[in-house]
């Protein structure tokens, strides 16, 4: 279906909006960013004027009363997340919001309540569903190759880049620390590279290697049991600056062997091993995983399809996020 096009409110001057959101906005056809909001006027405007978007706010409010403003991005830290999607779906505006949600449950179910009672549209900025090695690797799970799925790995250590060595590492009150920022895409990820199974336990560790101040963990060991039987382990960190990042999937008739796949950019290789043979899979065209994440979202918003990853979502990768700072706070498996 050809796009008429969304405008969009963008909330939070960060970077992942800078780097990624707009660009991808500015890419869809007949869509525009036409406003930002930041808690502070003069990185608004100046936001404003870096990105090409004709408008600034210093409050949230302002911005939602514009009535040209279709639908929002929130990217802020993820402790506003809450209020301002809350404050967008009482104002007829679709939420396309960052992860994680929220930084309690409560809270996250509250606000796919708000946009489901205001019938406007919400995703979850889950980009890795939309990479085309992500989508490959479910089809080829949901098609047989590789037998009944028994067992996962996530491979997600990175090095956080000094820009991004702020509310990360020392402020638990934004939602810092590699859990509520990476665990919550591993989990997504195996939900739908699995094809939408759910996390029933997890186990998890947690390290602070020196970039995790005032308690927050810069580095997660765990395991997942889905409620497909399998077992996945995961190894997430804001320290490791020296390896690649990944995903195997391991069934009764083959591995899949996902490498440099759990990273924004369109990489990575997937290969199929059954036996003794060995096959590098055609996955397509690579596409920017951001652009499909919108488009999927504006299409959401026509009544074609659901976005790439819903509320819904959210609210499941949330819910295996906080299960594993339980688990490794109180060094017990926790159900969720
Ligand atoms: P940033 O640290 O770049 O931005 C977060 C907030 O910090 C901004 O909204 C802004 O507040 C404030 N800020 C920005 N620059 C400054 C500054 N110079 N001084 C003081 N405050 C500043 O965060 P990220 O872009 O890394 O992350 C934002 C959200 O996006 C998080 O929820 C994160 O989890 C998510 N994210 C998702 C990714 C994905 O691939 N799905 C990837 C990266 C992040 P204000 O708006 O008030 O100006």
């Known amino acids: 279906?050809?796009?008429?096009?969304?405008?969009?409110?963008?909330?939070?001057?960060?970077?992942?909006?800078?780097?990624?959101?707009?660009?991808?906005?500015?890419?869809?056809?007949?869509?525009?960013?036409?406003?930002?909001?930041?808690?502070?006027?003069?990185?608004?405007?100046?936001?404003?004027?870096?990105?090409?978007?004709?408008?600034?706010?210093?409050?949230?409010?302002?911005?939602?009363?514009?009535?040209?403003?279709?639908?929002?991005?929130?990217?802020?830290?993820?402790?506003?997340?809450?209020?301002?999607?809350?404050a967008a779906a009482r104002a007829g505006k679709h939420v396309l919001c960052e992860k994680p949600l929220a930084l309690t449950l409560e809270d996250a179910r509250a606000m796919v309540e708000a946009c489901?009672?205001?019938?406007?549209?919400?995703?979850?900025?889950?980009?890795l569903r939309n990479a085309a090695s992500h989508r490959a690797i479910r089809r080829l799970v949901m098609d047989g190759a590789i037998g009944q799925p028994l067992a996962a790995s996530v491979f997600h250590a990175v090095y956080l880049p000094p820009h991004l060595q702020g509310w990360r590492i020392d402020r638990?009150?934004?939602?810092?620390?590699?859990?509520?920022?990476?665990?919550?895409?591993?989990?997504?990820?195996?939900?739908?590279?699995?094809?939408?199974?759910?996390?029933?336990?997890?186990?998890?560790?947690?390290?602070?290697?020196?970039?995790?101040?005032?308690?927050?963990?810069?580095?997660?060991?765990?395991?997942?049991?889905?409620?497909?039987?399998?077992?996945?382990?995961?190894?997430?960190?804001?320290?490791?600056?020296h390896t690649g990042t990944g995903i195997e999937i391991h069934g009764t008739e083959g591995s899949i062997l996902g490498r440099d796949v759990m990273t924004q950019r369109p990489i990575g290789t997937v290969i199929l091993r059954r036996g003794d043979r060995e096959e590098i899979v055609d996955i397509g065209q690579p596409n920017n995983l951001y652009e499909r994440s919108v488009a999927r979202f504006e299409a959401a918003i026509r009544g074609d399809g659901p976005p790439a990853a819903t509320g819904e979502d959210g609210i499941a990768s949330l819910a295996v996020a906080l299960a594993a700072r339980e688990s490794a706070s109180t060094g017990r498996a926790v159900r969720l």
Request: aromatic share 4%.
């Open 116 to 127: 489901r009672a205001a019938g406007v549209t919400m995703g979850t900025n889950h980009h």
């Open 1 to 86: 279906m050809a796009s008429t096009g969304t405008t969009w409110g963008i909330i939070g001057a960060s970077t992942i909006a800078r780097e990624w959101m707009v660009p991808a906005i500015n890419a869809q056809p007949g869509s525009r960013v036409a406003a930002v909001a930041s808690a502070d006027s003069t990185r608004a405007a100046a936001f404003a004027q870096a990105n090409g978007i004709p408008r600034s706010h210093d409050t949230v409010a302002a911005l939602l009363a514009d009535p040209s403003i279709d639908a929002v991005y929130i990217s802020t830290t993820n402790e506003l997340h809450h209020p301002q999607a809350i």
């Open 172 to 241: 638990p009150d934004a939602g810092g620390g590699v859990i509520l920022d990476i665990t919550v895409h591993d989990a997504d990820t195996l939900r739908h590279d699995l094809g939408d199974v759910n996390v029933l336990e997890i186990t998890a560790m947690t390290a602070s290697h020196g970039m995790g101040r005032d308690g927050l963990e810069d580095t997660v060991m765990g395991v997942m049991r889905f409620d497909n039987g399998v077992l996945a382990q995961f190894h997430d960190a804001f320290t490791v600056a």
